[in-house]
């Protein structure tokens, strides 16, 4: 190998060298913290529920007119919802999960009222909701139907006895692992027995950190709107949702649908602004390797024409054509490790910014020598073709005298 | 050393053919030093550049140290290049980033040779040519002459069987020229067989047979000194002046 003189060549002629390095610098310093963003981000979206997401439709309608009945129409419709055939499960829920919107509240597991409480949010729901929801029950039961709540009953202030609480909620609660049968209290000092403990299941705000904080009481709010969750079998919610809206439309019910769509549409929206990010920083990404081949293959083109003789007289002189090859590959190796070297540093400058200025989380180290690798192989794919182009020059360059 | 047969070298685009070469008989005997002269045009870097494989025939043979060159790859035309023959060029064709040290060694490394063989046959070679005081300098820092000099000890370095000069005067002023081709005359007498190209009349008197092209053809071959071996008479009686 001619690293010595290749080396040599480079210092002698640097400028478009120290342009290049500081091209890949820029570029590896930027595409590793970008890589790891977006990561942290499709990991953020990627995140598992708890919920049978993919196949749920959630539904919700209004009710309007003197003659509506809010707790007669949810009965009938889940009736109706439950006989379509396909449907698995439907289900009534003061809220959907992870739409962006719900009812959030502080609870305690004891009575004394200087206790920290820990925020939650809450749903009001029936028996076989988790069913539609697609939750697991890591301990304890569902609610029985006579533990349900009518509208009045929650209007009088009466207080569920038992209530459904996620296993994150639990262990915050609960330290020492004795939810189920204990009572979980409110802000007004009420209580409810836990009957169930939820494996996983998210709350209602995606960016909020108590995400996995859920708790479910048993009732039927008294509400001019219904929310419906509609369990189908595996791969048929798409074709069921033209059937379910016509079964609701023809319920002679004073009422209008106002959503009918995939839970999975529904909660994309609540991750819009994380996608938005990580396919901006994509094309980012994109971009700069990009620019930066296309760099590379500049320079290494320019070099390639501007030494046709001197790789003609190598030639001459006994090179064979993967001499040459390795030469050019060899030469914006260097250059390229030059640019990767100054970058690693940047890259962990730009990440300590980044978190210092934006509270974004401590860089991967792994990511860096992705980048490296990726930089490495970015340079040998661009450089390939003026090199092999090189090796095609003929020995017989050598004695031209133009 | 050399033996060429019938060869002809015929470039050809879409709308010319251009017969560089017609029908040559070329036979350079080991030791001996041929002068190639002509014309603009003549055929004499055509011819050198076949000699030296740094480019095809269109038909004939070439017989070169006894092996048939006339249909090698690439690559075993690369290695003879590199182990058989050396070259000076007329612009001298020297690297202008590496040192006089690394520009000698640019053959050597295409070959499995240590460091140690290399750095001995450079500073041997530089020595010769009368340079080892300057490996560390750049071509840029040298004359003509001089730069010709590390030129040939970069030919020399390979230690090969023939050495090839295209024009290797041509650059330089008459005082250099001098040198140049007394240090050639030098390196033949120690029993390197050398093909020259040049214009210059004076120096092809200087070789041991000087060969005239005129339109890609021998014209005229004449005798001025005694070569190691007596060249093929047979192949060039016809067309000796």
Known sequence: ?402 | MLKMNKISCVYQTDLIETHALRDIDLNVKAGEFVALTGPSGSGKTTLLNLSGLLESATSGTYLLDGEDVSSLSDRQRSSIRNEKIGFIFQSFNLIPDLNLFDNVDVPLRYRAMGIEERRRRIENALELVGLSSRMKHLPSQLSGGQQQRVAIARALAGEPKFLLADEPTGNLDSLMARQVMELLEKINSEGTTIVMVTHDPELARRAHRSIELLDGQISSTQLFGVSAEEPDEKTEAESVA
């Open chain 1, 1 to 402: 190998m001619e690293i010595r003189p290749i080396l040599s060549a480079i210092l002698r002629n640097k400028t478009g060298a120290i342009l290049l390095a500081i091209q890949i610098a820029l570029t590896l310093a930027v595409v590793v913290n970008a890589m790891f963003i977006v990561q942290q981000r499709l990991k953020f979206i990627g995140r598992p529920t708890g919920i049978d997401i993919e196949n749920i439709i959630v539904i919700s309608s209004q009710g309007f007119g003197s003659s509506y009945d809010h707790e007669q129409t949810v009965f009938s419709d889940l009736e109706l919802l439950r006989a379509i055939p396909g449907v698995k499960y439907a289900a009534h829920i003061s809220r959907f999960p992870l739409s962006g919107g719900g009812s959030r509240s502080g609870f305690t597991s004891t009575t004394d009222s200087d206790a920290e409480s820990v925020g939650a949010n809450y749903y009001f729901a029936q028996n076989g909701t988790i069913d539609a929801l697609g939750v697991k029950l890591a301990a304890g039961r569902d609610f029985l139907p006579t533990e349900i709540l009518t509208g009045e009953q929650i209007d009088n202030g009466v207080v569920a006895s038992s209530v459904l609480i996620t296993k994150a909620l639990a262990e915050k609660l609960f330290p020492d692992g004795n939810a189920l049968g204990n009572l979980v209290y409110g802000g007004t000092g009420d209580s409810s027995r836990v009957v169930g403990i939820i494996e996983k299941m998210h709350g209602a705000w995606v960016s909020w950190d108590g995400l996995n904080q859920v708790l479910i009481f048993p009732g039927l709010r008294k509400d001019s709107g219904q929310r419906y969750l509609v369990r189908t079998e595996p791969g048929q919610r798409d074709r069921l949702i033209p059937e379910v809206e016509s079964v609701l439309e023809k319920a002679s019910v004073s009422r209008y649908l106002d959503r009918m769509e995939p839970m999975s549409e529904m909660v994309g929206r609540s991750y819009d602004n994380d996608r938005v990010v990580a396919n901006g920083l994509i094309i980012v990404i994109v971009l700069l390797v990009s620019i930066t081949g296309l760099g590379i293959v500049g320079l290494a083109s320019f070099l390639v024409r501007q030494r046709t003789k001197q790789v003609g007289t190598r030639r001459a002189l006994g090179a064979q054509k993967y001499h040459i090859v390795r030469y050019f590959l060899v030469e914006n190796w260097l250059i390229t490790t030059m640019g990767v070297v100054v970058g690693t540093v940047m890259a962990f400058g730009l990440n300590y910014w980044t978190a210092t200025e934006f509270s974004l989380p401590k860089l991967d180290p792994v990511f860096v020598p992705v980048g490296i690798l990726g930089i490495w192989v970015l340079g040998v794919l661009a450089a390939a073709g003026p090199a092999k182009r090189a090796s095609n020059i003929s020995p017989a360059i050598a004695t031209r005298t133009v």
